[in-house]
């Protein structure tokens, strides 16, 4: 989820229901905030929000039903997931190609506190800030290219 997010905040009081639930069901139900986890959204590579899956013994399926308390509960009570299929493993999130991606996207939000950095804190111009990273981007192609 990220707290701008309006389809976030409709299904919030369902999600709520369901981790005070959680216990009963025999579940864990967690949230993760993608502003503040990049690397997670990458991971499991989030384009839509919210973005809910169910993960059981090591298998991911992301869920697609309604988003009511009564459609989550059913999903897990009435064992729905079973009839999904089960991501691929090159997208599973634990698979080392989402590993990766998890990785750009932690340097991309790296990129971008070191652009703040030199524009806002040391004043540079963002021109001279691109200029910059061209540069390094070129030398350290360079550098691997040896």
Known sequence: YAPWCAACQQIELAWESLAKESEHLGITVGKVDVTQEPGLSGRFFVTTLPTIYHANNGVFRRYRGSRTLEDLQGYVLERKWKAVEPVAGWRSPSSIMMHGMA??????????????????????????????????????????GL
């Not at 991309?108 to 910059?132: E, F, N």
């Open 103 to 144: 990785g750009l996207f932690h340097l991309s939000g790296w990129i971008r506190q070191i652009h703040s950095y030199l524009t806002g804190t040391l004043g540079i111009h963002v021109w001279i800030s691109y200029a910059i990273f061209f540069l390094a981007t070129l030398l350290i192609g360079l550098f691997l």
